[in-house]
């Protein structure tokens, strides 16, 4: 398998995608943070697969001592939890325009002064923040760029809807895992948590000293215009879970039978096509038979409650359609 070839086209089509959110309101998103928060995404994921930093930055084709750095920067904050001290810095400085150098460490007292300048230096050489003054009268301040962005992520029903999606597919969670999954601002997430679980959406559980939050069902209705981004998250979750369980799995191979796996079908026809409406119509058989399975599962397990002792089993299913008109030999170049 051509490990490489096959991750340099996904991250090209992943960020197809990520340009593609981030115009599609209309409105600038920030990207600032993106790359970093790729990079450091990708290292806990290689490290839960076992492998070592040394491995690791050989990866990254980085010095062991330069990855240190990096990770380091980009680690939790100890002052902003559920936030990188790299995200947390700028998103403090956005926030408080021309704020002093010495006011920016005593607001980070709690995590390391060295990595706290290193994170400020980064940001200043990357751009994003600008310097005036010196000494004890040094000033950093930052183009807003994030304020249409946290317009969209503090409205209360679009972050609940993200969180319901991230809770139903890895809860129970604890508050800084959640933060992982749905990145925001720590009040704001707090919030949403209190009002999903005082309306009985989302459960609270204690574990080992420690508070877990849960979704046991979540449903986006067609048409909620509200819960188009935790849609989309939903998508494309059940399609990299799909994907990675299977390579996980050893399998290198499909066959019909599979409970694990996905399929791609693609329709050649044209406008007028005799199938034309069966082809087009595809998606919106197989949600409709998706519904009627989840009706027809819920009937039964409401009169006919899971045997104790039974393993739980949960089946995600993803379909996706998309629809291109193409020149073809018939049409005037």
Same mark, same amino acid.
């Given at each position: ?22 115009? @599609?309101?209309?409105?600038?998103? +920030? ?7 790729? %990079?450091?995404? =990708?290292?806990? *994921?290689? /490290? ?46 956005? !926030? ?6 010495? *006011? ?14 290193? $994170?400020?230096?980064?940001?200043? *050489? ?15 301040? &930052?183009?807003?760029?994030? @304020? ?7 409205? &209360? ?22 933060? /992982? ?19 009985? %959406? $989302?459960?609270? $559980? +204690?574990?080992?000293? #420690? ?21 989309? %998250? ?32 693609? %329709?050649?026809?044209? +406008?007028?096509?005799?199938? +034309?409406?069966?082809? =087009? ?7 409709? !038979? ?24 949960? $089946? ?10 193409? #020149?073809?030999?018939? /049409?005037?170049?």
């Amino acid at each position: 398998m051509n490990a490489a070839l096959l991750i340099h086209a996904i991250v090209r089509q992943t960020t197809v995608l990520i340009a593609a959110l981030a115009t @599609a309101s209309g409105q600038r998103a +920030q990207l600032a943070s993106v790359a970093n928060l790729v %990079f450091g995404d =990708l290292v806990r *994921e290689l /490290q839960e697969q076992g492998l070592g930093n040394k491995v690791i930055a050989d990866m990254f084709g980085m010095a062991l001592r330069t990855f240190h750095r990096k990770l380091a920067r980009l680690s939790g904050s100890r002052t902003v939890v559920g936030h990188s001290l790299w995200e947390a810095v700028l998103l403090h400085i956005q !926030q408080h325009e021309g704020i002093l150098r010495s *006011e920016l460490l005593r607001r980070f007292a709690r995590d390391d002064e060295a990595t706290l300048r290193s $994170v400020v230096l980064d940001l200043v *050489e990357s751009g994003l923040v600008c310097v005036s003054g010196s000494d004890d009268a040094t000033r950093l301040s &930052a183009d807003d760029l994030s @304020a249409v962005a946290d317009d969209h992520a503090g409205e &209360a029903g679009r972050l609940e809807a993200m969180l319901l999606v991230a809770l139903h597919r890895h809860g129970p969670l604890a508050l800084p895992a959640i933060a /992982q999954l749905v990145p925001c601002d720590a009040a704001q997430l707090e919030s949403a948590l209190m009002q999903l679980t005082s309306g009985g %959406f $989302v459960s609270e $559980v +204690q574990r080992a000293g #420690e508070r877990l939050y849960g979704c046991e069902t979540c449903v986006i209705d067609f048409g909620d215009e509200v819960g188009w981004e935790a849609a989309v %998250f939903d998508h494309y979750q059940a399609m990299v879970v799909a994907l990675t369980t299977k390579l996980r799995s050893g399998a290198r191979r499909a066959h019909l039978a599979d409970s694990i796996g996905g399929s791609t079908f693609v %329709f050649d026809a044209w +406008q007028g096509h005799p199938l +034309q409406a069966e082809i =087009l119509g595809y998606l919106k058989s197989m949600r409709e !038979q998706g519904m009627k399975l989840r009706a027809a599962l819920e009937d039964h397990n409401a009169k006919s409650p899971m045997p104790s002792g039974a393993t739980p089993l949960r $089946v995600t299913a993803y379909v996706g359609q998309s629809v291109t008109e193409m #020149e073809g030999e018939g /049409q005037d170049a």
